[in-house]
């Protein structure tokens, strides 16, 4: 099986831009999230999306945002880009299992907000 | 709130000697624990798990121990290799009677395995 697909992998953007970013999940996988990594503070959890509805937010202000897709894929997006929003961008996709959900990540999209 | 906390931000181990990584949770609803392996420029990538109803799970040189009365996780790799050097991170999830679950995760442990 294919993994998870990110993309654009880096990305430059200037503050006020919007950006969006998209996520393909392994096949057969219906749960997609969203992280924030930046040095220092691990992995922030943004947006859970389960058959095209958001089931799980984070604590991110609404200039965050996303949507998912009915073949699940995913887009995350980030308007009036501010400098702090540089960070790895994580998207992990998972099967929805009431018995341990593990879920696996792509390798990210590098936002460089100047 | 930092429910799940890794308290040493770096741990330097000699080429064959076990590495042990810690990780301290708040929360005793949580019923999922993982460790994650993450290179620079690279996703984390799944390593092992264990249920809350364990204390032990096992693959290959890789161990996590599941303490709940001191509501602590460990992972211990043996004989540790160069190539294990990365970023450790622990997580966590919680499971909503809805069948949702939350991920929630440490800051990540630096391991560095001299040759």
């Known amino acids: 099986k294919a993994g998870v697909t990110q993309t654009p992998r880096y990305l430059i953007k200037t503050r006020g831009q919007q950006v969006t970013l998209s996520c393909s999940p392994i096949s057969g996988h219906r749960s997609v999230s969203w992280y924030q990594q930046t040095p220092g503070q691990g992995l922030q959890f943004l947006f859970e999306y389960f058959s095209e509805t958001q089931r799980n937010k984070g604590n991110f202000p609404g200039r965050f945002s996303g949507r998912q897709f009915s073949n699940s894929r995913s887009e995350m997006n980030v308007s009036t880009l501010e400098l702090g929003d540089s960070a790895l961008y994580l998207c992990?996709?998972?099967?929805?299992?009431?018995?341990?959900?593990?879920?696996?990540f792509g390798e990210g999209s590098w936002l460089t907000v100047v | 709130d930092q429910q799940v906390k890794q308290n040493s931000p770096s741990l330097s181990v000699q080429e064959g000697r076990i590495s042990i990584l810690n990780c301290d949770y708040t929360?005793?609803?949580?019923?999922?624990f993982l460790w994650y392996k993450k290179y620079p420029a690279e996703g984390p990538t799944f390593l092992i798990s264990i249920s809350s109803i364990k204390d032990k799970n096992e693959d290959g040189r890789f161990t996590v121990f599941l303490n709940k009365s001191a509501k602590h996780l460990s992972l211990h790799i043996v004989p540790s290799q160069p190539g294990d050097s990365a970023v450790y991170f622990c997580a966590a999830t919680l499971t909503f009677g809805s069948g949702t679950y939350k991920y929630i995760f440490g800051t990540g442990t630096r391991l560095k395995v001299l040759a």
């Open positions: 929360n005793s609803m949580f019923d999922y």
């Open positions: 992990a996709s998972g099967e929805d299992s009431s018995s341990g959900n593990t879920i696996y």
